[in-house]
C-alpha cells in the first residue's frame, strides 16, 4: 500500500467547513466593514472567552508583530535585554529586534526542551526588562517558575503562544499568565487563518488601549497619533474565517490530542521530550528525538511519510544573529537538542490507523546499525 502522509493538509479540513466559510466571506464582503471590524471585535472576544479569562484580546496582523507589540506597549527598547530561548522560531528573535531591544538566549531544559528559568535568573541583568517564554510544540514552558522568577526580580513576562493555543498549565491556557500572551494564527498553527493573523491577550486595560492604538499608526479615537505605532491589523476576512474555525478548535484539539496519545503509546518514552508537569498539550507538534536524524527521514520519505524539523538551527547560531556573540558551544542543550529533534505527521485530520506504521518505521530505523535512540 502506497500512503502519502504530509505534514500539513489545511485543505482536508478546509472541506469539512467549507459552506461555513463562504457564507462568511460573502457576508464580510457585502457588509461595507474590511478592516477592524464587528468580526474582529467578535474574534477578540470569543479567543478570550475560549482561553477561559477575563481580560482583553487585541487582533493584529500576525504572531512576530503580536510579539513587538506587546514588547513595545511594556515600553520596551534600545538598551533594554530579553531573556528568550534560542530554540524557536526565528520570529520570536525577530520581533525583540524590531522594537530594538536586545534578545538574551537562555539554555532549555533537557527533558522537556523548554526554557530552563533557573538558567535564565542566571542571566539577569541590570538592563534586563521582560522574559518571553517560548510554548514550543504546544508544550509549555514553566510559568510557575518563571513568573515567579519575574515577580522577584521585577521583569515582565510576554509568553510566546503561537504553538500552543489550547494548551492548559495547571487547568489554566498558556497567554494567561504573563502581562501579555501572544497568539499567531498562521496557517499551520492551531488556529489558521486561510492567510496572516495573530493576537494580543491582556488581563490589564491599560495595555489593552496601548496594543490596539500600537496596531494602527498610534492613533487615540481622533486619529491622533499619541505613541509611535505600526500598521498590524487583522482584516475581517480572516477575523471572520478565524471565528469560524474558532468552534472548532475544541473537537480538533481533541483530535490533536488523541494522536499525541496514540503515538506515545507506540513509541518508547525516551524517544519523546517530556510534557511540562501539569501540562495538557495541545500536540501543535509531535517531535521525537534520535540520532541520524537524516536517516530516518529518508526512510519515512521513502514510506510516503513527510516529516519536519523545528528547527535545525537555533536562532543564535543563524548568520543573521551573529552579532549578538553567542557563538557555537554556547548554548550545549539547545544545540545538541537541534541536531536530535523530528517533527512527525501531527494534525487533526491525521488518521490513528497512521500512526502504528510511523511508529514501527521510527523503531525499526532506530535499530539499524548506526541510528540510536534518543537521550536514554
Ligand atoms: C509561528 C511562530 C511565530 C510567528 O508567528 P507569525 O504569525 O508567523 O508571525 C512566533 N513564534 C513561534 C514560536 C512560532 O511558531
Redesign the pocket.
Known amino acids: 500500500m502506497n500512503w502519502q502522509i504530509p505534514r500539513f493538509d489545511y485543505l482536508a479540513q478546509y472541506q469539512t467547513i467549507r459552506r461555513e466559510c463562504l457564507a462568511a466571506i460573502e457576508e464580510v464582503l457585502e457588509s461595507g466593514r474590511l478592516i477592524l471590524g464587528p468580526r474582529a471585535a467578535e474574534l477578540e472576544r470569543n479567543s478570550c472567552e475560549f482561553l477561559g479569562a477575563e481580560g482583553d484580546g487585541v487582533a493584529v496582523g500576525?504572531?512576530?508583530?503580536a510579539?513587538a507589540v506587546a514588547l513595545r506597549a511594556l515600553g520596551i527598547g534600545p538598551g533594554d535585554e530579553v531573556l528568550t530561548v534560542s530554540n524557536?522560531?526565528v520570529?520570536?528573535v525577530a520581533?525583540i529586534r524590531m522594537v530594538g531591544a536586545r534578545p538574551v538566549f537562555c539554555e532549555i531544559d533537557p527533558q522537556t526542551l523548554m526554557m530552563d528559568p533557573a538558567d535564565a535568573e542566571k542571566r539577569i541583568t541590570s538592563r534586563t526588562r521582560a522574559i518571553v517564554p517560548?510554548h514550543?510544540f504546544g508544550n509549555a514552558a514553566d510559568m510557575r517558575a518563571i513568573n515567579r522568577v519575574a515577580a522577584e526580580r521585577g521583569l515582565f513576562v510576554v509568553e510566546?503562544c503561537?504553538?500552543a493555543m489550547g494548551t492548559l498549565l495547571d487547568g489554566q491556557s498558556v497567554g494567561t499568565w504573563g502581562d501579555i500572551g501572544c497568539f499567531?494564527?498562521?496557517p499551520t498553527?492551531n488556529l489558521g487563518a486561510f492567510g496572516?493573523?495573530?493576537m494580543c491577550f491582556t488581563r490589564n486595560p491599560g495595555l489593552a488601549d496601548a496594543m490596539r492604538s500600537l496596531r494602527n499608526y498610534g492613533w487615540d479615537e481622533s486619529r491622533c497619533a499619541i505613541r509611535e505605532g505600526v500598521n498590524s491589523r487583522l482584516d475581517e476576512l480572516q477575523a471572520a474565517l478565524l471565528g469560524v474555525k474558532l468552534k472548532y478548535l475544541p473537537l480538533w484539539l481533541g483530535r490533536r490530542r488523541a494522536v499525541g496519545a496514540e503515538y506515545l503509546k507506540h513509541l518508547p518514552s525516551r524517544f519523546v521530550p517530556r510534557a511540562t508537569p501539569g501540562v495538557l498539550h495541545s500536540y501543535h507538534l509531535f517531535v521525537v528525538l534520535v540520532d541520524r536524524r537524516q536517516q530516518l527521514i529518508e526512510r519515512l520519505k521513502a514510506e510516503g511519510i513527510d516529516s519536519g524539523v523545528h528547527y535545525p538551527v537555533p536562532v543564535h547560531e543563524m548568520p543573521a544573529y551573529h552579532f549578538l556573540g553567542n557563538g557555537r558551544g554556547s548554548l550545549p542543550v539547545t544545540e545538541s537538542t537541534a541536531g536530535r529533534v523530528l517533527s512527525l505527521p501531527c494534525y487533526p485530520e491525521l488518521p490513528l490507523d497512521a500512526i502504528p506504521r510511523i511508529c514501527r518505521i521510527v523503531k525499526n530505523a532506530v535499530r539499524m546499525p548506526g541510528v540510536e535512540g534518543g537521550a536514554a
Open positions: 500576525n504572531g512576530t508583530d510579539l524557536t522560531a520570529a520570536t520581533a517560548v514550543l510566546d503561537a504553538q499567531s494564527f498562521y498553527k496572516d493573523g495573530g
